[in-house]
Nanobody, 121 residues
């Protein structure tokens, strides 16, 4: 009922920047938290950043000061600005949204398909 489309991944050099976008569509009554997770080869998926409907944010220690999460509620879109990229940021980045399809339904967690970010040294 709620679909997520991610864009903006790709190849960057160390020290460079990328911006990820994730747009939610479908049957949406409200969106609560939005966030980004990442999974590197051989590693578990980990939280990168989250933002509440009120705009409060939290970040993984490894990206604090380099990454910025933001959201545009009118567009149902969450962004991740990534600066000062490091090779260890290489991973598949997944968008995560908690949304209600209707007033009478429970919030559900929805995942995007993932977008690959590769940072070369």
């Amino acid at each position: 009922q709620v679909q997520l489309v991610e864009s903006g991944g790709g190849l960057a050099q160390a020290g460079g920047s990328l911006r990820l976008s994730c747009a939610a569509s479908g049957r949406i009554f409200s969106i609560n938290d939005m966030g980004w997770y990442r999974q590197a080869p051989g590693s578990q998926r980990e939280l990168v950043a989250r933002i509440t409907s009120g705009g409060s944010t939290n970040y993984a220690d490894s990206v604090k000061g380099r990454f910025t999460i933001s959201r545009d509620n009118a567009k149902a879109t969450v962004y991740l600005g990534m600066n000062s990229l490091k090779p260890e940021d290489t991973a598949v980045y997944y968008c995560n949204v908690v949304a209600q399809a209707a007033f009478f339904t429970n919030p559900l967690e929805v995942w995007g398909q993932g977008t690959l970010v590769t940072v070369s040294s």
